[in-house]
């Protein structure tokens, strides 16, 4: 049986200029078009030091002229003021965006505790749009694994019983874990982005991806 529809759930951007996008947009459209992609959910590279209204603004200006690409906005938790967080408001509800994603773990926050997180979980819950965190390993080493664990994410889907949550990377590694929370709670999903990073030209199947299989089985049955 054939799939309708291939859609590319999490992709980084580098938002950083004009250029850098135009660049990286072409890049990514040979990808999609060889692998009969129809569309993709795109992010900035990350909230950090990233020029929260100008890179956002060139990724939604993308959003417009590109029927393939789905903005979704990084919200940046423990430094987002009130501006950053009308913004949002207006984006979303201009449907110039579709999602938001936040980064505990990268940013040393709870996201059922932090403030600023809760304004933004029922910000989302009123507008039906959804949440994307971040749960599980980081990429660098300054990361901090407590506050991304999956069973944060609980006391969010309990606390907004209609908004409807994402757990990025099923918090890999720690899959035992996001397993129990996904199972519990109607209103959370989960993408299965970024289990492994390659940095060669190819990329071999070895022990890690063939436990990650396993694992998998086991966590869909």
Not at 26 to 40: I, K, L, T
Not at 106 to 115: I, S
Request: contains cysteine; proline residues 5%; glycine residues 4%.
């Amino acid at each position: 049986m054939g799939l309708d529809h291939i859609i590319d759930a999490h992709v980084h951007f580098d938002c950083a200029s004009k250029e850098v996008l135009a660049k990286h947009r072409e890049e990514y459209g040979r990808f999609m078009d060889e692998y009969e992609v129809s569309a993709a959910c795109v992010m900035a590279k990350s909230t950090y030091h990233i020029e929260f209204f100008d890179e956002h603004e060139r990724l939604l200006e993308l959003g417009q002229k590109d029927d393939r690409i789905f903005p979704i906005i990084n919200f940046d938790v423990p430094y987002a003021d009130d501006e950053c967080l009308k913004a949002v408001e207006e984006w979303l509800g201009k449907d110039l965006a579709v999602a938001v994603k936040i980064y505990p773990g990268y940013d040393p926050f709870y996201p059922h505790e932090h403030p600023r997180s809760l304004e933004l979980c029922s910000l989302l819950e009123r507008l039906g749009k959804p949440l994307i965190v971040h749960t599980g390993d980081t990429v660098t080493s300054n990361g901090r694994l407590r506050y991304a664990m999956p069973i944060h994410l609980d006391e969010i889907c309990v606390r907004f019983p209609t908004l409807k949550v994402i757990m990025a990377h099923i918090g890999n590694p720690f899959f035992d874990e996001a397993q129990a929370v996904i199972y519990k709670n109607e209103n959370l999903k989960a993408d299965g982005s970024g289990l492994f990073m390659s940095y060669a030209d190819e990329f071999t199947i070895d022990v890690y991806v063939e436990q990650l299989i396993e694992r998998f089985r086991m966590l869909f049955a």
